[in-house]
């Protein structure tokens, strides 16, 4: 398994992933694919913000990747983030996620960041688990925020201290 930060290069594997995710999930709220091109400018705007985003290979075929975006635009938030993870469904359940989402909270401490927060749709019980395996702690839960499928669901937020105070 290598780590390593996202190219232009990956966003058609990118997209390759997360699409299965719109399509059959409300783990994403999106609801029209994403194109490779889409996908390659998301990647080059969180790196041109001075953000990470990771990609995860096994045997050199990406299977996963994690990125982080500023949580909100006003100067006063500059030190929080939200972050997310995905995953090929061959890697779900292996311990990839939890390596990779290790390594991009890593990433953020050293880069000064203060908090990290995790907006999960529910129920996702493996999304739960994977962020309070991390030590997120759930903050907050909005009921009924989005619309997807025909039904209404919730968001919960999780977030996790990066730097003390």
Do not use: C
């Amino acid at each position: 398994m290598q780590i390593r930060e996202a190219i232009a290069d990956d966003a058609k594997a990118i997209a390759a992933i997360y699409n299965p995710f719109i399509a059959n999930t409300t783990i994403t709220f999106e609801e029209a694919p994403v194109t490779d091109a889409d996908m390659a400018q998301r990647i080059a705007d969180v790196q041109g913000g001075g953000l990470p985003w990771l990609v995860v290979e096994q045997d050199h075929v990406v299977v996963g990747y994690a990125y982080a975006t500023k949580w909100r635009v006003r100067h006063a938030y500059r030190y929080s983030v939200e972050s997310s993870v995905y995953l090929a469904p061959e890697a779900a359940g292996k311990g990839v996620g939890t390596v990779l989402y290790t390594a991009l909270l890593e990433r953020l401490r050293d880069q000064g960041y203060h908090l990290a927060i995790g907006g999960i749709a529910l129920p996702n019980a493996g999304s739960v688990a994977l962020h309070e395996k991390l030590g997120f702690e759930k903050v907050a839960q909005f009921r009924e925020v989005g619309f997807k499928f025909e039904r209404w669901l919730d968001v919960g937020y999780w977030q996790k201290t990066l730097n003390p105070a």
